[in-house]
């Protein structure tokens, strides 16, 4: 079992714990329509993916 030589200090232990931080999601522009989206994802506006329409969202608008 592993035992520690010297105590770490609060700052050493704050500091390192203060390098888990949330990063924002990379989004990308849809070539179809120019909204953002998700990285390798269907498009939520147009619902197109790789150039080609996958979903329907005509049935989406008409509600």
Same mark, same amino acid.
Not at 31 to 48: D, F, I, Q, T, W
């Given at each position: 079992? +592993? /035992?520690?030589?010297?105590k770490? *200090?609060k700052?050493?232990?704050?500091?390192?714990a !203060?390098?888990?931080?949330? *990063?924002a999601?990379?989004?990308s &522009?849809c070539?179809?329509c120019?909204e953002l989206? !998700? $990285?390798?994802k /269907?498009c939520p506006?147009?619902? +197109?993916?790789d150039g080609?329409?996958v /979903?329907?969202? $005509? &049935?989406?608008? +008409?509600?």
């Amino acid at each position: 079992m +592993a /035992v520690q030589k010297n105590k770490t *200090s609060k700052q050493r232990k704050h500091t390192r714990a !203060a390098n888990w931080k949330i *990063s924002a999601p990379n989004l990308s &522009e849809c070539p179809n329509c120019g909204e953002l989206k !998700a $990285s390798h994802k /269907v498009c939520p506006n147009c619902g +197109a993916y790789d150039g080609k329409t996958v /979903v329907d969202m $005509s &049935e989406k608008k +008409a509600d």
